[in-house]
């Protein structure tokens, strides 16, 4: 009778290591998860920066040229306070779209000035702010791959049972409502 007791106790206590096993190692796969999300957003804000810190440089060469221009410039002005001011991918994304209308305004005023379109600084500017575009679209596959990855993680049997308990809530996707300008860039050649 009591070797019954031993054994049961045994089998009890083998199943507690194996759930804190279980729970230590899924945590340690959420936190690394999140960590990695928390890193590709930091990825996105700075080119979201570097795009920003160019703007003032491309609607200054703009305004050479176009200086009757002014509710684009104050467009633009506002959807980069706007993108700067951003803390959320929630607030991003809408930053993003306010600021991908802006810039094809100030593009399409430059197209009636050949001499702005020839201009080295012009297409100085034209050229970084193409790379970094396409930087952020870079970022925001990666940043969206883990944000899925992580939500996944979350909702699965059995982590749905202890996640939110720990602390780990789902993350937003940085997505933009203008679908052109995830498959394809701005387009800023003349």
């Known amino acids: 009778m009591q070797t019954a007791v031993w054994v049961s106790i045994a089998v009890v206590v083998v199943l507690l290591v194996l759930l804190a096993l279980y729970l230590w190692v899924a945590r340690n ?23 920003a810190d160019l703007i003032p440089g491309l609607v200054g060469a703009v305004r050479q040229y176009a ?6 410039f104050e467009a633009v002005a506002g959807a980069r306070a706007e993108s700067l001011a951003a803390a959320s991918p929630g607030d991003a994304t809408v ?27 012009f297409l100085q500017l034209q050229g970084e702010i193409a790379d970094t575009e396409e930087r952020i679209r870079a970022s925001r596959r990666f940043y969206n791959g883990g944000v899925r ?5 979350i909702q699965v049997f059995p982590n749905t049972l202890f996640a939110r308990r720990l ?24």
Do not use: C, M
């Open 167 to 190: 602390g780990f809530e789902q993350r937003e996707f940085f997505e933009t409502s203008d679908a052109a300008s995830v498959a394809e860039p701005p387009r800023i050649q003349f």
């Open 67 to 72: 200086a009757h221009e002014t509710v684009v």
């Open 149 to 153: 990855e992580f939500n996944t993680k």
């Open 29 to 51: 796969s959420l936190v690394t998860l999140r960590v990695r999300v928390d890193e590709a957003w930091r990825d996105i804000t700075v080119q979201l920066q570097r795009r």
């Open 95 to 121: 930053a993003e779209n306010h600021l991908q209308q802006a810039l094809r305004s100030v593009f399409s005023a430059a197209e009636a000035y050949p001499p702005l379109q020839a201009s080295p600084e």
